[in-house]
């Protein structure tokens, strides 16, 4: 049986179909050797971050809820 919850973001034939790729899914992150300190650019509530040519510049875009 599948339960769904109006508060979910997705229908659940949507979260059976996506579910795989949600669990491969990583993100970027920038590491600074010099303070051995590790950055995330991206988590689960921005997943997806696009970045310029020479990468010093980054665009986050989510739609995902802010209702968890």
């Known amino acids: 049986m599948d339960i769904w919850s109006w508060t979910d973001p997705l229908l659940q034939p ?32 921005m997943p997806d971050l696009t970045l310029n040519d020479n990468a010093t510049v980054a665009l986050g875009a989510s739609d995902v809820g802010t209702a968890r």
Do not use: F, G
């Open 14 to 45: 949507m979260q059976k179909v996506q579910a795989d790729a949600e669990k491969k899914r990583n993100y970027r992150a920038v590491i600074h050797l010099k303070d051995k300190r590790l950055v995330p650019l991206a988590s689960e509530d």
